[in-house]
Every structure is written in C-alpha cells, then in structure tokens.
Nanobody, 123 residues
Framework: HLVESGGGLVQPGGSLRLSCAAS????????RAWFRQAPGKDREVVPC????????YYEDFVKGRFTISRDNAENTMYLRMDDLKPEDTAVYYC??????????????????WGQGTEVTVSP
C-alpha cells in the first residue's frame, strides 16, 4: 500500500517535495519509481531506482532538477522537484517493484502503486 502526498499549485521556478509512504512491506527491499501522467499524454517514468544493482535513472527532462530519496526509518520515499516548469504539470504516482527485477528500472513491472498526487505549475 502506497500513499502519496505533497502535490499542489506552484509557480514556475518553484519547488515541491512529494512523499510516498509505504505500508505492508519494507520499501528499502524494493525497486522504486516515480511516474507522472499529464493530461492527454502517456504515463512516463521520472526517476527510478533499481534494488538489484542500486542504479538510479532520471529522464533527461528532469536531470539536475528532480531528486529521488528515501527514509528507511519512515518507510517513505520522496521526490524533490526544483526549478519546476509548466510542462511538469501532471499527476505524479509512486510505485514499487519486487527485487527480482533486473536491468533498467524503467522497464520493470511495478506491482504497487499509489493513488497519485496532482502537481500544477502555473503563474
């Protein structure tokens, strides 16, 4: 079970931190990802972290602006978003995949999903 929070309305250039609290499993043992889906567009991965090899992947359009992290004590992962742009407007979802997945975490089958939190970047 994953529950996101932290979305909202922010001006261009602003920052937000999204949270994703896990229950029923230990997030540190799973591969983790944040996805987003903008109106009329397909869902896309933003960053992901592979449990099997520890590699982190960021899409080019968020490199240097977004950071994925976790707090094991809180069983929570975060997405820090800086220098937000209007094109970052979307519903953001956190997801977790069992640790047996290998290779690029973009292509994992994520078994656990949050309900989504809306981020709107507008003046």
């Amino acid at each position: 079970h994953l529950v996101e929070s932290g979305g909202g309305l922010v001006q261009p250039g602003g920052s937000l931190r999204l949270s994703c609290a896990a229950s029923g499993f230990t997030m540190d043992y799973y591969s983790r990802a944040w996805f987003r889906q903008a109106p009329g567009k397909d869902r896309e991965v933003v960053p992901c972290v592979s449990r099997s090899d520890g590699k982190t992947y960021y899409e080019d359009f968020v490199k240097g602006r977004f950071t994925i992290s976790r707090d094991n004590a809180e069983n929570t992962m975060y997405l820090r978003m800086d220098d937000l742009k209007p094109e970052d407007t979307a519903v953001y979802y956190c997801a977790a995949a069992k640790p047996n997945w290998i290779g690029n975490c973009v292509r994992y089958g994520y078994e656990y999903w949050g309900q989504g939190t809306e981020v709107t970047v507008s003046p």
